[in-house]
């Protein structure tokens, strides 16, 4: 697979794993072997970024990707992530509860991780949430100490505003910025924080860029939804809305058609398509999925192509807001 950069010391696959499926939010936990396994296909195709965070599970999901990933842990970047209060007696959609990026939580946390993922260091080290009530200098500051002390190699933040991303970048170098971003979901073109990272350097990491398995075409009713899936608290995914949705997704899925390609590949194309600078993270949690998404690196769309999906699925056609009230209020601070 080619090989595309976050900021200026990580080399990464064009294309990464987000591994939190497999442990937190969409239903049933994979069982620990079929993960393993995924895992270890993913590194045979070439894949080298895997995103993790200590809320996914919580806490299993770091566990599970340092166990599959210690053979080569040589041949990976493993990222990730801090910055949630966290109470895990409650179920997915309820157990984050404020953020936290005070220093001493970003370093507590770097020190859990560390040894939840059984490794020396930490490839790329993202505060999850901005915290409004602590000073981002001193909550990079911190994330600092630690590049300086060997516990991680690159730092990157989630879900932050263009001023944000500029003041962290002045105290120490970001790698990566991660957010949202899909056909359905453009909010980083619309709020400056793509051409920020473009202009700083910045390498840009899409979560969702499958926009929460709608884009792959499989998904046609929520009722197939489990109780404890978080995709029920998100407004495109009340009855009514995604409904509605569906007719979009439709048009996705007619033009991969007609390019010979699944739906899910085509929706990867386009968001590959949007500058060098971008690696897209789609979960997955068992092998087809893996290795349909894997191919969609190899997929080149013509500008018309790319112009052409990005009208067919314009945002504003799209019902319900990508996050409910209280994870839309941690976003873009």
Sequence with gaps: MNTRHLGSDLTVSALGLGCMGMSHAYGPSSDESTAIATLHRAVDLGITLFDTAEVYGPYR???????????????????????????????????????????????????????????????????????????????VGAMAELVREGKVKALGLSEASAETIRRAHAIHPIAAVQSEYSLWSRDPEENGVLETCRDLGIGFVPY?????????????????????????SLP????????ANLALVALLEEMAREKGVAPAQLALAWVLAQGDFIVPIPGASKVPHLEQNAA???????????????ALL???KVAGGRLNTRMAGMSNR
């Design 296 to 310: 969609a690196a190899d997929i080149v769309l013509s500008a018309a192509e790319v112009e052409k999906l990005g």
């Design 314 to 316: 314009a945002p504003a």
């Design 61 to 139: 999901n770091e566990i599970l990707v340092g166990k599959a990933l210690k053979p080569v842990r040589d041949k990976v970047v493993i990222a990730t992530k801090f910055g949630f209060r966290i109470d895990p007696d409650k179920p997915a959609a309820e157990m984050i509860t404020g953020t936290d990026g005070r220093p001493e939580n970003a370093k507590a946390v770097a020190d859990a991780s560390l040894k939840r993922l059984d490794t020396d260091v930490i490839d790329l080290y993202y505060q999850h949430r901005v915290d409004p009530a602590v000073p981002i200098e001193d909550t």
């Design 236 to 243: 495109r995914f009340q009855p009514e809305n995604f409904d």
């Design 208 to 232: 969702s860029p499958l926009g929460r398995g709608a884009l792959t075409g499989a998904l046609k009713s929520t009722d197939t939804l489990t109780a404890d899936d978080f995709r029920r």
